[in-house]
């Protein structure tokens, strides 16, 4: 396969970061608000929309189970 061109996806910054965290839902925002202030290793893995992605799918699956 040859490509024709390719894409760079830049990390996402704290403040995009921050703005997407603030649109969730108040329990997932909690969640995931809680987990990033005290782990600085995921927060800098929030910073791949992908890891992001499945943080607020799996905080949103702690704050539903309660």
């Given at each position: 396969?040859?490509?024709v061109?390719?894409?760079?996806?830049?990390?996402?910054?704290?403040?995009?970061?921050d703005?997407?965290?603030?649109?969730?839902?108040?329990?997932?925002?909690?969640?995931?608000?809680?987990?990033?202030?005290v782990?600085?290793?995921?927060?800098?893995?929030?910073?791949?929309?992908?890891?992001?992605?499945?943080?607020?799918?799996?905080?949103?699956?702690?704050?539903?189970?309660?």
């Open positions: 396969m040859q490509l061109g390719a894409i760079k996806l830049q990390p996402l910054t704290s403040e995009q970061v703005h997407y965290i603030d649109s969730l839902p108040e329990t997932t925002k909690s969640q995931l608000g809680a987990a990033l202030d782990d600085p290793t995921l927060h800098e893995l929030s910073k791949s929309p992908l890891m992001l992605s499945v943080m607020t799918l799996a905080a949103g699956e702690l704050g539903s189970s309660k």
